[in-house]
């Protein structure tokens, strides 16, 4: 089986804009080849106080969980949208507590095991 081209972006979370910091919280990968988009997310509560004291980890969890739920088959307001256009709506630039990075690309053979890697590298500690 060939490789495939995928691109991703790393969720984050920047819970005081105005200070710039930020938290790598999770990898949004999708892989048109293979009809693959999914997002995967962890909030680690104590890093994001640390940044912020004051910041909401429930309201901080919802926002992430929209990332999730656009990526599945009830994916709501996207559900007519095809992989590619849900993956460039999610990653398009916005100015609030959860964006995404720049989109970056690479070849894989499988892209759960892509966003496994990813999430390791990028997102755990």
Do not use: K
Request: proline share 6%.
């Amino acid at each position: 089986m060939g490789r495939d081209v995928y691109e991703y972006a790393v969720i984050r979370v920047i819970p005081q804009m105005e200070r710039g910091e930020q938290i790598n919280v999770g990898i949004l990968l999708y892989c048109q080849p293979r009809d693959y988009l999914c997002a995967r997310v962890e909030l680690d509560e104590d890093r994001l106080r640390a940044l912020d004291p004051a910041a909401d980890p429930g309201e901080v969890r919802l926002a992430l969980a929209g990332y999730e739920l656009a990526c599945g088959e009830a994916a709501g307001p996207l559900e007519r949208e095809s992989l590619g256009s849900r993956f460039r709506w999610l990653t398009a630039p916005r100015s609030t507590v959860v964006q995404t990075s720049p989109v970056h690309a690479g070849l894989t053979t499988d892209p759960e095991a892509e966003l496994t890697r990813l999430f390791d590298r990028l997102v755990r500690l």
